[in-house]
């Protein structure tokens, strides 16, 4: 079985698929993952209805607009999550174990964020009155070659470039930054932050551990105007729970036991927006 590291490392967005339908004991794997993937670490509820697009609703795709670049994926992953505190972080956190689950599968994903009343996600769902569907994605075997189009996406939107760690950790205040050395056995653990998949790739995540304690407070730095796109769902929200997925899944793998809390240490962070704490223990 993958290590969680590995396994970030291997999952890429995957815009081209083969039409075959995934293998019936790595889906049945997969469901049984799924169904048993019920909250986020905040505690709204969330489901992931797979479903399959009819003819018509695969022509509505393009309608989404960058999502008009998939190609080919017989099944798609919806996720769905009831509103309340913090449940984009909520739906990020539980949607990402999921794509890691099926990229340790063999099987290829790609977060689409935004709205979907159009092409039928919503209906086919059957979203309710207080539920939400911030996003979805296509799920099947990567296609042999990437098409030119979806080259040309992976170029324009830097898919591969990451940011560097100084620019994303800190240690007691955001003028000092945290040196993998001074973070010990949780570096992986802000590594697996760092190269976590984003809207645009914009890779809102910043993290400040404190000084004396393995308590590490996340913040978004929000791209300004970004959100006003796809309202009343929030993306760089749903990157903040992909960033807790990955940092939670590999410092437990590490041996470390976490526990999320939403408590503002009132350290300044200026344009950086407060989001949640993980505070660990050695197990």
């Avoid at 039928?120 to 009155?129: D, I």
Wanted: aromatic share 10%; glycine share 10%.
């Amino acid at each position: 079985m993958n290590s969680v590291m590995k396994t970030i490392g291997l999952r890429k967005s995957c815009r081209s698929y083969r039409q075959d339908m995934p293998a019936p004991e790595n889906l049945a794997v997969f469901r049984k993952f799924v169904d048993g993937n019920r909250t986020g670490p905040f505690g709204n509820p969330v489901r992931f209805p797979l479903i399959t697009l009819d003819e018509e609703e695969q022509a509505a795709l393009p309608s989404l607009g960058t999502y008009g670049v998939i190609r080919g994926a017989p099944l798609y992953l919806a996720g769905v999550v009831r509103q309340g505190f913090r449940d984009m972080e909520d739906l990020g956190y539980a949607m990402e174990k999921n794509i890691l689950k099926a990229t340790a599968l063999g099987l290829g994903t790609c977060w689409l964020g935004g709205t979907f009343r159009k092409a039928g996600f919503a209906r086919r769902v059957a979203l309710g009155e207080h539920e939400r569907l911030p996003a979805v994605s296509p799920l099947g075997y990567p296609a042999e070659k990437r098409s030119l189009i979806e080259r040309a996406f992976r170029f324009l939107a830097s898919s591969d470039s990451r940011k560097p760690w100084k620019s994303l950790f800190f240690l007691g205040d955001f003028e000092t930054v945290l040196t993998e050395a001074e973070a010990l056995s949780l570096a992986p653990a802000l590594e697996a932050v760092r190269l976590g998949p984003s809207a645009s790739n914009r890779q809102p995540w910043r993290v400040l551990k404190e000084r004396e304690r393995h308590v590490f407070h996340f913040y978004l730095e929000r791209t300004p105007g970004y959100d006003r796109v796809t309202a009343p769902v929030s993306l760089q929200e749903v990157d903040m729970g992909i960033a807790f997925c990955h940092f939670d899944l590999s410092a437990g793998e590490r041996g470390w036991k976490g526990k999320w809390t939403v408590h503002d240490p009132g350290i300044s962070g200026g344009n950086r927006e407060y989001r949640a704490t993980w505070e660990g223990e050695k197990t």
